[in-house]
């Protein structure tokens, strides 16, 4: 596709449920970020894949929280046992090579937690 | 480390005025620096970025920001607000080693008084 693609773009899910988020970057891009945005707050970073290296997890706020990336293709976020406080949009990038390239952005999943 | 501090979290102009939006940064080596935009209901999208070279940078929508090493700063301007331009805008650094991850600041929501 043209651009990062997410899926879905909205969910909502009951508390204590799992959930999974998809993100589909543009082809060739070896790097991948997932970002929280809360309402009416600033992006919140959460992981970072680039290339083979290992990934940068310092942003993932429990052990709840998981992400993974197969080579420079799919990513997938996993929450396991939703908390109301998970409500959020997620966001995917996605970035062509290392360095000084901006990064491209999905429209996210908006996800809702009740 | 490297990290954006964005000065204002609300900054609110009248339709034709300067618009002056403040980007503090931290980074140990040479950064490169964007400014990404998000207007109401959208994702993000790149307004402008600084990688090397010519310290004025001009984005899209009128927008400009300089680059000052001596400040640590990557203010964003525009010379006459339009009504259109009320969105939220991100601060961001890449360091140009390391894992180089993107950094967003907590961003500023921008409002046009008409």
């Known amino acids: 596709g043209a651009g990062v693609s997410q899926s879905p773009s909205n969910k909502v899910t009951e508390k204590g449920k799992d959930v999974e988020l998809r993100c589909d970057p543009i082809s060739g891009h070896t790097a991948l970020y997932w970002y929280r945005q809360r309402l009416g707050q600033g992006l919140e970073f959460l992981i970072y894949f680039q290339g083979n290296s290992a990934p940068d997890k310092s942003g993932l706020p429990s052990d709840r929280f998981s992400a993974e990336r197969t080579g420079e293709s799919v990513s997938t976020l996993t929450i396991q046992r939703t908390q109301q406080e998970d409500s959020a949009v997620y966001l995917c990038?996605?970035?062509?090579?290392?360095?000084?390239?901006?990064?491209?952005f999905g429209q996210g999943t908006r996800l809702t937690v009740v | 480390a490297q990290s954006v501090t964005q000065l204002g979290s609300h900054v609110s102009v009248s339709e034709g005025a300067l618009v002056l939006l403040r980007c503090n940064y931290s980074s140990s080596v040479p950064p490169y620096l964007f400014w990404y935009v998000q207007y109401p209901n959208q994702g993000l999208q790149l307004l402008l970025k600084?990688?090397?070279?010519?310290?004025l940078v001009k984005g899209i929508n009128g927008f400009e920001a300089e680059f000052k090493k001596s400040e640590t700063s990557f203010h964003l301007t525009k010379p006459s607000a339009h009504m259109s331009d009320a969105a939220e805008y991100f601060c961001?650094?890449?360091?140009?080693?390391?894992?180089?991850?993107?950094?967003f600041g907590t961003g500023t929501r921008l409002t046009i008084i008409p």
């Open positions: 600084y990688t090397t070279g010519a310290t």
């Open positions: 961001a650094v890449i360091s140009n080693f390391g894992n180089e991850k993107l950094t």
């Open positions: 990038a996605s970035s062509p090579r290392r360095g000084n390239t901006e990064a491209f």
